[in-house]
T-cell receptor, first 112, second 113 residues
């Protein structure tokens, strides 16, 4: 059973701070990792993908992957109230057709 | 470029009726995944299809649910004899190839009365 774990939160940070979201997964052969943002009542929106160990930066977002520790994180710098949403960690396994297994999501609240 | 399209956006059915959910992938995308999000729960994989083929239906309930992706037209997720527990948001995602990122449609929110 492949599992993806996230702290449900809510994680509250002040505007302008760094928000750190974490995710662990159960299987060492996982190959692709994604962070989606989902606003209430809306569909998931892809914000970051990462496939190899290390950091990947895109604007205010940085994804970090550590396959040995089975850990992936998302940092959001200069958090804005508009970043308030549920962040979904998803893991794909190529041998399973790259279907995504999602964590339950972390609720982020950015307070102005 | 048009994104992934889903319709209807909202669907209300009474218990025992049939629900048909449609997903039109992005242009050039031949792979479609369906996911279900129950209230206050995470997204769960249901089925993975390519044109005219079901590749993986391991997440589909064994009864009442079926999916297809014909050579022409949208992918269809069909739920027969709906029950209240089927009330959820159903999302499809498409991608051009198996190694690519999945982009989600706006979803269909099914309410069973």
């Amino acid at each position: 059973q492949k599992e993806v774990e996230q702290n449900s939160g809510p994680l509250s940070v002040p505007e302008g701070a760094i928000a750190s979201l974490n995710c662990t997964y159960s299987d060492r052969v996982s190959q692709s990792f994604f962070w989606y943002r989902q606003y209430s009542g809306k569909s998931p929106e892809l914000i970051m993908s990462i496939y190899s160990n290390g950091d990947k930066e895109d604007g205010r977002f940085t994804a970090q992957l550590n396959k040995a520790s089975q850990y992936v994180s998302l940092l959001i710098r200069d958090s804005q109230p508009s970043d308030s949403a549920t962040y979904l960690c998803a893991v794909g396994w190529k041998e399973y057709g790259n279907k995504l297994v999602f964590g339950a999501g972390t609720i982020l609240r950015v307070k102005s | 470029n048009a994104g992934v399209m889903q319709n209807p956006r909202h669907l209300v059915r009474r218990r025992g009726q049939e629900a048909r959910l449609r997903c039109s992938p992005m242009k050039g995308h031949s792979h479609v995944y369906w996911y279900r999000q129950l209230p206050e729960e995470g997204l769960k994989f249901m089925v993975y299809l390519q044109k005219e083929n079901i590749i993986d239906e391991s997440g589909m309930p064994k009864e009442r649910f079926s999916a297809e992706f014909p050579k022409e037209g949208p992918s269809i997720l069909r739920i027969q004899q709906v029950v209240r527990g089927d009330s959820a948001a159903y999302f499809c995602a498409s991608l051009p190839g198996i190694d690519n990122e999945q982009f989600f449609g706006p979803g269909t929110r099914l309410t069973v009365l």
